[in-house]
């Protein structure tokens, strides 16, 4: 390949990931969590950057390590007026889970949004037994 194909083809690739990065929907703003099942919001961005046309949930146990989909595809029918939510109900008790949420469009996949904590509460203790009353 000749010097100036060869630069050519580095111009094209580096334009078209450019175009890819402009035009992608920047990460949500705030994604908040809340406990028992996991409620999260966030605000889509309203800064004229492209609109999202689906979101993907992602979750993890460890700070950093949200690897696991929950929900993918995920069109919450948000607007830059409206939060968009989702609700996380496949949590289990007394663990720690940390979330992301990355916006998607025709053009490729943001950035994750930043991380949010959820901490589940654990299952209440049992019922007291052997209840007896004494009458004197």
């Given at each position: 390949?000749?010097?100036?194909?060869?630069?050519w083809?580095?111009?094209?690739?580096?334009?078209?990931?450019?175009?890819?990065?402009?035009?992608?929907?920047?990460?949500?703003?705030?994604?908040?969590?809340?406990?028992?099942?996991?409620l999260?919001?966030?605000?889509?961005?309203?800064?004229?950057?492209?609109?999202?046309?689906?979101?993907?949930?992602?979750?993890?146990?460890?700070?950093?390590?949200?690897?696991?989909?929950?929900?993918?595809?995920?069109?919450?029918?948000?607007t830059?007026?409206?939060?968009?939510?989702?609700?996380?109900?496949?949590?289990a008790?007394?663990?720690?889970?940390?979330?992301v949420?990355?916006?998607?469009?025709t053009?490729?996949t943001?950035?994750?949004?930043?991380?949010?904590?959820?901490?589940?509460?654990?299952?209440?203790?049992?019922?007291?037994?052997?209840?007896k009353v004494?009458?004197?």
């Amino acid at each position: 390949m000749t010097r100036q194909k060869l630069l050519w083809a580095f111009v094209s690739l580096l334009a078209i990931s450019v175009l890819a990065f402009i035009w992608a929907p920047r990460a949500p703003l705030h994604v908040y969590a809340a406990s028992h099942s996991v409620l999260l919001a966030w605000t889509p961005p309203s800064d004229g950057t492209a609109a999202s046309d689906s979101y993907t949930v992602l979750r993890g146990t460890a700070s950093g390590a949200e690897n696991t989909t929950v929900a993918a595809g995920l069109d919450v029918g948000c607007t830059s007026n409206a939060n968009c939510t989702y609700t996380d109900t496949t949590v289990a008790n007394g663990t720690t889970y940390y979330y992301v949420v990355e916006a998607i469009n025709t053009n490729g996949t943001s950035a994750p949004s930043n991380e949010a904590q959820a901490v589940v509460p654990g299952n209440p203790p049992a019922a007291p037994t052997g209840l007896k009353v004494t009458v004197n």
